[in-house]
């Protein structure tokens, strides 16, 4: 799906969320074609990354890191020409040698300094309509914190994707728990960053989409990833599969 017909059907994507979430896969029986939403992580430290995706002219959704040099021109020029934003919400790893950045949260922080942090970070990323985590192996581990995470994204009427950085993160069943429309990452793109690897990785994200009816794949803005949406998307033998955002994916649910 193109961007043009992307920025129609969006429209109406939000209205749906609140209603759709809960159901299971089996309910998408019926839909014309299986789903798939792709999310472009780590938006913000480059407006020439960034450009790359938005020439594909296909339907992405952009999650967009807080207080960076670009972080919200970008998220204001992404909404403006049609594509769906998200917050990438900073969080504390295992590995103290990754920097989460900017905006970050962390295991045993207050409720007072999760609420300030996080407004903050939504407030520097302009109609984000939902929030995915960056990093955050610990913090999605620890129930207490990410249930303090997740009220703030409760209040503010967005949607919430588990980037599931740790095989344990508790993040996706306490957002449906929270009854917050709520999504988990099914395969990263480009753990390779090599154009016949992001290849493959999205002929797997097919099949999990073409079996269970959608599924949710993450990339980042490197060339190699550009270059293989590219080709994926125009590629004749994938007509049988539909490119979404994610609040559209959110409608028939998991």
Do not use: W
Not at 27 to 56: K, M, V, Y
Not at 65 to 87: C, D, F, K, W
């Amino acid at each position: 799906m193109n961007r043009r017909h992307f920025l129609l059907k969006s429209m109406f994507a939000l209205s749906g969320l609140l209603m759709g979430f809960g159901r299971r896969p089996e309910a998408l029986a019926g839909a014309d074609r299986p789903r798939l939403a792709l999310i472009i992580d780590d938006i913000g430290h480059s407006r020439a990354r960034a450009q790359e995706f938005l020439n594909l002219d296909v339907a992405l959704t952009f999650s967009v890191l807080p207080h960076l040099t670009y972080s919200r021109e970008l998220a204001i020029e992404m909404n403006r020409i049609g594509y769906e934003v998200m917050l990438h919400q900073p969080m504390e790893p295992y590995n103290t040698a990754n920097d989460p950045g900017p905006g970050a949260l962390f295991v045993g922080d207050s409720r007072q300094r999760i609420m300030d942090v996080m407004e903050a970070n939504i407030e520097n990323v302009p109609y984000a309509g939902g929030v995915n985590n960056h990093m955050g192996s610990k913090f999605t581990e620890s129930r207490e914190d990410i249930s303090e995470a997740l009220e703030i994204i409760k209040k503010n009427k967005l949607f919430f994707v588990d980037s599931c950085t740790s095989n344990h993160s508790k993040a996706h069943a306490t957002a449906r728990s929270f009854k917050i429309p709520s999504l988990s990452r099914r395969i990263f793109l480009d753990n390779t960053r090599e154009e016949s690897a992001v290849l493959l990785e999205l002929a797997r994200l097919k099949k999990c989409a073409l079996r269970v009816g959608q599924a949710v794949g993450i990339g980042h803005p490197f060339m190699p990833t550009a270059r293989a949406i590219h080709r994926f998307a125009r590629d004749e033998h994938n007509a049988d599969i539909e490119l979404v955002s994610v609040s559209e994916l959110l409608k028939s649910g998991v």
